[in-house]
């Protein structure tokens, strides 16, 4: 938002369909510290405000999201182009934040890219494209399909041009470095070292020059100040040392030259930005992998029944697809005709292929085995899994944990101090460095100047969080934020759902037991049960195949409880024992004595009747996962407490729990209840993660400290969730936890070198050890040691991937 005075922005309203809600957004609004008017413009489901500066805006989005309501606002990822250190990524940052209609806004240096948040009436791409070219940045925006090809062409061809400047650069500075070593006396040795160091400077070191303008003219620093700064210096004085040495032999001084300093730093530096740039190119290979699955044509069956071939871009929902074996799923859909098995472990990290069989969901990247199929296409382009993966990984590469905060800060003061060490180095030379003061003094400024290193400390988590959430990416592990990432590690409570988290979710009717045998009504049992929404009801449909239905009215569903409906002036009730308990539905000794009988083997009972009396009682039973157990004994012994929620009885969830290990159940719960327990156990001062996969689980996740949902469940557990488990494999979430342990240990390691490097490096450049064993840095080595710094912090992330 531009930073003038009182300037006005509409907000775009959801949701605000009545003059009560538009006085309650503008109560909200008034809240707002720094909006100095503001008005709700119901008719254009807008609210007009005027501010002061940026961050009232986001302030004004969240107060109306906080209250209950919407606001229209774009989310986009765009690629940054030009930025050559974690400063840049601050400038960039900031700049698009002070743009108009900007509600949020954060550069990510590792991955290169701007996520940003805007109000889509006030701003779009390209005027966010020509707030970062203002500082010397660009914006790739381009069709999102062709974006990270594109992409991927601008990164080789940057680092092909990154490579070259670096060998020149190398191949320059190497005589300057032998001449000014060892041939200082040689004839015309000092005009050789200009002609070589030249070009180094000016031509292949350009680029430092002109970003460090384009950042003082928007009053900021970045490394590239500090680069353009010493080189800039050492070479100005070289020159002058060179062209004027009589105005030091007339001081009695000898005029020393500095060239090759300068080519030196520039080379060393351009090396270390290139083996980051190789690096950095290894942290985002999950992506890269990822989006490999994809095939980029497919074969067609037309009305006609002839097939053509197409590219990926092109397909439609309800295109009819054949897959050949050996082939790839280019969408996710539905198959049509033919069966085959597929192996899927590039999503749910499952070895074994899965059978495919007519009206069985198929997804974009697993590959086709042996048989061939033709499948309808149901999601398409951004809309798949995989997409949707691909989408996911990319946001939690981007995002930053909460630990960056912290460093974004100290990156921000990080340049203006290490100026202000430099000046004070070169005042203190002079004041105390008698005859060789100036010299020294400009010497070690310089010197300080190269060996700070902001770019080491602002790649220390990005580069960690990029491996970690690529790492999990590769193991079925769908990790959507940095923050959960960080949090993981510290989870000391686990609450487990039990339908589909411990158990298959795949329940099956093991008996049913009429009253007095007499089954006339299983008509209508069926008929309730095919209206439910309950996956119980799902395994009694499958159960009574081939029954016919009869006409239903009145059809209630009645949550945590079963269902009732009428047919032939009958109500009928469908549920748990609370329901026909609260209906004052009779149930008669020999339904009760089976349905006792059912619970000690851990089975789930469904109750039948009519208004007067249980006319059944239905015994189902969910298979535990093979890998729960193992699951359940690793995590208690990583000292983590286990809590198994189920809406099932007490005898089926005891059962359960003793079969799998679990101390601590609760059954009978109600959706509503899940979120009220985990909130119980955070209040006992329990970090807690939250496992679940249905959409009665959505509350607890959003609670939970760490949000854990299992890929085949509902849709609306994984969009809450942060993370998603692909394989619905409980073992995995062990493997996360250690995933977080490693990821945040690396980001402490990275951070403490960065720190230590630069605590070191900067006193002794300053020349702290010269009044004690008298030595001085030679800003070269300066030069390679910040080179350096950059690389291992990089390399040091990269060791991720190889941890087990």
């Not at 609260?582 to 059912?598: G, P, R, T």
């Not at 249905?694 to 760490?706: F, K, W």
């Not at 030679?778 to 690389?791: C, K, T």
Request: aromatic share 6%; glycine share 8%.
């Amino acid at each position: 938002m531009a930073t003038n005075d009182n300037q006005t922005v509409f907000l775009p309203l959801e949701d605000v369909d009545s003059e009560h809600c538009a006085l309650i957004v503008e109560k909200g609004l008034a809240q707002v510290k720094g909006v100095e008017t503001h008005k709700v413009e119901l008719n254009n489901r807008r609210a007009a405000i005027t501010v002061r500066n940026a961050e009232v805006v986001t302030d004004a989005v969240q107060a109306i999201k906080d209250l209950g309501y919407g606001v229209t606002t774009l989310k986009q990822t765009f690629p940054v182009l030009g930025m050559t250190c974690a400063s840049c990524a601050g400038s960039a940052e900031s700049i698009v934040k002070h743009a108009d209609g900007v509600v949020h806004a954060a550069v990510n240096f590792a991955t290169g890219n701007l996520t940003v948040e805007y109000l889509p009436n006030m701003t779009d791409a390209s005027g966010l494209q020509k707030a970062v070219q203002s500082v010397g940045f660009d914006l790739l925006i381009e069709d999102e399909s062709t974006q990270q090809e594109t992409l991927e062409a601008i990164h080789e061809k940057k680092f092909r041009t990154l490579k070259n400047k670096t060998i020149w650069a190398i191949i320059l500075s190497l005589p300057v470095v032998v001449i000014g070593m060892f041939f200082m006396d040689m004839p015309y040795g000092n005009e050789i070292m200009w002609a070589f160091s030249t070009p180094v400077v000016l031509w292949l070191g350009k680029d430092f020059f002109i970003n460090a303008w384009k950042q003082a003219k928007h009053r900021s620093a970045n490394m590239d100040t500090l680069v353009a700064l010493s080189t800039g210096i050492a070479y100005i004085f070289s020159v002058f040392n060179m062209l004027f040495m009589d105005f030091w032999h007339a001081r009695g001084v000898h005029a020393h030259v500095y060239f090759e300093a300068a080519a030196v730093i520039i080379a060393f530096i351009l090396l270390g930005k290139l083996l980051e740039e190789k690096a950095k190119g290894n942290t985002s290979s999950a992506i890269k992998k990822l989006m490999g699955l994809q095939p980029k044509t497919v074969m067609i069956i037309l009305a006609d029944g002839s097939e053509r071939q197409v590219a990926i871009e092109e397909v439609k929902a309800g295109d009819v697809i054949l897959v050949k074996p050996g082939e790839k799923i280019a969408v996710d859909g539905i198959v049509r005709s033919g069966n085959s098995y597929v192996d899927e472990s590039m999503l749910s990290g499952e070895p074994v292929p899965v059978l495919k069989t007519e009206n069985e969901k198929v997804f974009a990247g697993t590959i086709n085995q042996k048989g061939s199929f033709q499948f309808a296409a149901v999601k398409v382009g951004k809309e798949t899994m995989l997409a949707q993966i691909i989408k996911m990984v990319q946001d939690a590469q981007g995002s930053k944990a909460p630990v960056q905060k912290l460093v974004d800060k100290i990156a921000g003061i990080f340049v203006p101090i290490v100026i202000t060490i430099a000046i004070l180095t070169f005042a203190l030379w002079m004041v105390l460095g008698g005859e060789s003061g100036l010299v020294q003094g400009l010497l070690a400024a310089v010197t300080v100047l190269v060996i700070a290193c902001p770019c080491a400390l602002g790649l220390a988590t990005p580069t960690a969080i990029m491996v970690g959430v690529g790492k999990g990416a590769e193991n079925g592990i769908l990790i959507k934020d940095a923050e959960s990432l960080e949090l993981a590690k510290k989870v000391n409570a686990i609450v487990l759902d039990k339908t589909g988290t411990i158990t298959e979710g795949k329940p099956q009717v093991t008996g049913i037991h009429w009253l007095d045998r007499d089954d006339r009504s299983k008509d209508v049992l069926l008929s309730i049960e095919k209206q439910s929404e309950h996956p119980l009801a799902e395994a009694v449909v499958k159960h009574l195949k081939g029954v016919p239905t009869t006409a239903l009215s009145m059809f209630d569903s009645i949550t945590g409880k079963g269902a009732k409906a009428v047919a032939d002036n009958e109500t009928y009730f469908v549920g748990n024992k609370k329901l026909m308990a609260e209906n004052n539905i009779a149930i008669a000794a020999q339904l009760q004595q089976q349905a006792d009988i059912w619970g000690e083997e851990s089975k789930t009972v469904i109750w039948f009747g009519n208004s007067r009396q249980a006319l059944a009682v239905i015994a189902i039973s969910d298979k535990i996962k093979e890998t729960s157990v193992q699951a359940i004994r690793e995590m208690q012994g990583m000292g983590i407490e286990l809590y198994m929620l189920t809406g099932d009885n007490e005898a089926t969830a005891k059962a359960i729990a003793e079969q799998t290990g679990i101390q601590h159940y609760k059954a009978e719960v109600l959706p509503q209840h899940k979120a009220d327990f985990v909130k119980e156990l955070q209040q006992q001062g329990k970090i807690v993660a939250m496992v679940g996969d249905g959409i009665n689980d959505s509350t607890a996740l959003a609670t939970a400290d760490v949000s854990i949902a299992m890929g085949k469940g509902s849709d609306i557990a994984m969009d809450v969730a942060k993370m998603t488990i692909i394989s619905s494999d409980l073992t995995k979430i062990p493997q996360a936890i250690r995933l977080s342990k490693q990821t945040v240990s690396t980001i402490k390691q990275n951070l403490f070198w960065a720190f230590i490097y630069n605590l070191i490096g900067i006193p002794i450049a300053a020349g702290i050890l010269y009044p004690i064993n008298g030595f001085l840095l030679n800003p070269m080595i300066a030069g390679a040691a910040m080179a350096l710094s950059s690389v291992s912090v990089v390399s040091n992330s990269l060791r991720l991937k190889w941890k087990k």
